[in-house]
């Protein structure tokens, strides 16, 4: 299905979205609209015939433990309410810890980087499948930025998200200005990834900005398009048209002129390497390729398998070997990894038909894998956001870097769900939050977050203005209990956060 040149729909650019021209489609984030209370302006687009995708950025597919099933049925919920021809999610982890490691969940609040080993896949790919049979429309799912890299990586950015579509089906949403990101960060090649990768099977393309800051891409949607990122976008279209390509913007909104010149220069790098960036003519050429339209099976699930009775088997041999120096690479061993490599060599239709088969059968990951990745993923966490030391073979300068990142965010994103506390706190409330933050993480989303920052500085007896200690407790009060913790109270969550640090 062809969506064509779209854009993020944020609320503070909702007139300005209206009024662009030429405009196909855009994406909500999913976990910010409520289904039976759509935004008018989201409704009016619509209305218009523009198409509408959720973009979910809290299902963490790429963590240990399998997707949950009130997530997964929101973002279900959200397809429905949109009448989206598909969602789409990150291939990430957002949280840590749990039954699997007998800790407390820890959250990130951001997105990051799973490890490419066969471990990790075999997780990913198995909660994958739940989120498929979950879901009433495909899914397709998003590289992400890094701001370091994991040690002892088995396979390249493409082999790892080949390696996924080859053995679940699911669609890819390339985001080109991540695979800048990966360059600068980790030294990786955007086009020996683009080499690696099913380009056939990409749903669309995120362009965005960021900046570089001490020799760290920082990729914060925030800042304008840069010509690398142009480079990448136009490197991925010589090698195949995108059905769709969105422009991403999240924070430091610009002029509407300024994101109709972003969106121009888009189409134009577009146009130059080969086509009109609509993917009409990709659809021409590839008959097979399975269109988004419906809600069957067979459409999300059918690529994986049916792309390789046409192309040679990229698990034996990958796209070019490029990052490892081979093109040869180690399959994981045992009855899982057998049946998988027998899954996906299908030659004719009948083949194809028994590799979907044995292909679905053979998705669980083993526990041991589940249990290695929810320790290495707690661990990594836990140095992030607990100030735990750095797990062995991480740089610790990196996660240094990335760990004041998530602070810094984490500071932003409570100020925007309660944007009540940076006016009560005034210019000290961003050095009151990161003090708090340094040794207590996140335990429940951004909300319960900025209650537990408030009930920390009431427990304190700050601030130390009464008039302003007077209407934070006012404020908590509203939102969580009768009245602000004291003495044993106090010692118990005192306690409890001591316990959480460890």
């Known amino acids: 299905m062809e969506l064509g040149i779209g854009i993020g729909w944020r609320p503070e650019i909702s007139d300005t979205v209206e009024r662009l021209p030429d405009l196909d ?12 209370h759509l935004p008018p302006a989201l409704l009016r687009l619509r209305s218009r015939g523009v198409r509408v995708v959720p973009h979910g950025v809290s299902l963490g597919l790429g963590g240990a433990d399998r997707p949950s099933e009130r997530r997964l049925a929101d973002l279900a ?38 490890p490419r080993t066969w471990d990790a896949l075999a997780v990913l790919c198995e909660n994958v499948r739940i989120a498929q049979d979950s879901l009433p429309v495909p899914l397709a799912l998003e590289n992400i930025a890094a701001m370091f890299s994991w040690p002892d990586e088995e396979l390249t950015e493409g082999q790892f998200l080949a390696e996924l579509v080859e053995r679940t089906g699911v669609r890819l949403l390339i985001d080109v200005a991540n695979l800048h990101t990966n360059h600068v960060n980790r030294g990786e090649d955007p086009s020996a990834a683009l080499d690696e990768l099913p380009v056939e099977s990409i749903a669309y393309v995120h362009v965005a900005g960021g900046v570089e800051r001490d020799g760290i891409w920082h990729d914060t949607h925030a800042h304008p398009v ?9 490197d991925l279209r010589a090698r195949v048209n995108p059905p769709g390509v969105l422009l991403e913007r999240d924070d430091d909104f610009p002029a509407s002129s300024e ?4 969106l121009a220069a888009i189409r134009a790098t577009l146009d130059a390497a080969g086509g009109r960036g609509t993917g009409a003519d990709f659809a021409e050429r590839n008959p097979a390729r399975p269109a988004f339209e419906g809600t069957a099976r067979s459409a999300v699930r059918g690529p994986g398998p049916a792309r390789h009775a046409a192309e040679p088997h990229i698990g034996t041999a990958g796209r070019g070997g490029a990052g490892n120096g081979s093109a040869q690479r180690p399959r994981p061993h045992g009855p899982t990894a057998t049946a998988t490599t027998a899954a996906t060599v299908p030659t004719t239709a009948t083949s194809v038909a ?10 669980a990951a083993p526990p041991s894998a589940r249990q290695h990745v929810a320790l290495t993923q707690a661990a990594l966490l836990s140095a992030l956001v607990a100030g735990t030391p ?8 990196r996660l240094r870097v990335q760990s004041r990142a998530l602070a810094a965010k984490r500071a932003d994103v409570v100020a925007k769900v309660a944007p009540e506390l940076p006016e009560i706190l005034g210019a000290g409330y961003r050095s009151a939050f990161l003090a708090y933050a340094k040794n207590r993480p996140m335990h429940a989303g951004y909300r319960r977050d900025a ?8 427990a304190s007896r700050r601030p130390q203005d009464g008039a302003a200690r007077r209407r934070l407790t006012l ?13 044993a109270t106090r010692l118990v969550r005192v306690a409890r956060a001591a316990l959480a640090a460890r």
């Open 451 to 458: 209650l537990d920052f408030a009930e920390h500085l009431l």
């Open 259 to 262: 994101l109709e010149g972003e």
């Open 226 to 234: 840069t010509q690398p990122v142009l480079d990448i976008l136009s």
């Open 390 to 397: 750095a797990p062995e073979g991480f740089d610790a300068r």
């Open 354 to 363: 028994t590799a979907t088969t044995t292909a679905t059968a053979t998705t």
């Open 475 to 487: 404020w908590w009060q509203e939102r969580s209990a009768p009245r602000p913790p004291r003495g």
């Open 25 to 36: 489609w855009v994406e909500v984030v999913a976990e910010n609209v409520c289904p039976g």
């Open 77 to 114: 919920e959200r397809a429905e309410a949109l009448d989206a021809p598909l969602v789409t999610e990150h291939i990430a982890f957002v949280r840590a810890g749990g039954a699997l490691t007998a800790s407390s969940v820890l959250e990130a609040g951001h997105l990051l980087p799973v």
